[in-house]
């Protein structure tokens, strides 16, 4: 059965930063696109990035306006997720996921942005 543990997260002021990370197991890293996906309360999941199986092209929604960067570490199943400069309207759920629609995520990792 496939894993995907995330971490990472955390309450942090607007303007901050964040490294958000996810290990996967039990499955060929190497062979998937990797997703993250975000979820705000009383909202539904929406995409955040997305990156190929080599770590060559990656994808963003456009409410990242460049401050995101999704990074992949075959050798160690792992993906992350770096959030610079936070905005309230960040706050909410993270995962990592095998699709786009988050069908296939982990448990995820709280992000908070407030003052």
């Known amino acids: 059965e496939v894993q995907l543990v995330e971490s990472g997260g955390g309450s942090v002021q607007p303007g901050g930063s964040l490294n958000l990370s996810c290990v996967a197991s039990?499955?060929?890293?190497?062979?998937?696109?990797m997703y993250w996906v975000r979820q705000a309360p009383g909202k539904a999941i929406e995409w955040v990035s997305q990156?190929?199986?080599?770590?060559?092209?990656?994808y963003y929604a456009d409410f990242v306006k460049g401050r995101f960067r999704i990074i992949r570490d075959n050798p160690r199943k792992t993906v992350h997720l770096r959030l610079n400069n936070l905005e309230p309207e960040d706050t909410a759920m993270y995962y990592c996921?095998?699709?786009?629609?988050?069908?296939?995520r982990g448990q995820g990792t709280q992000v908070t942005v407030s003052s």
């Open positions: 996921a095998l699709d786009r629609r988050g069908t296939s």
């Open positions: 990156v190929d199986e080599g770590g060559r092209n990656a």
């Open positions: 039990d499955i060929a890293f190497g062979g998937h696109w």
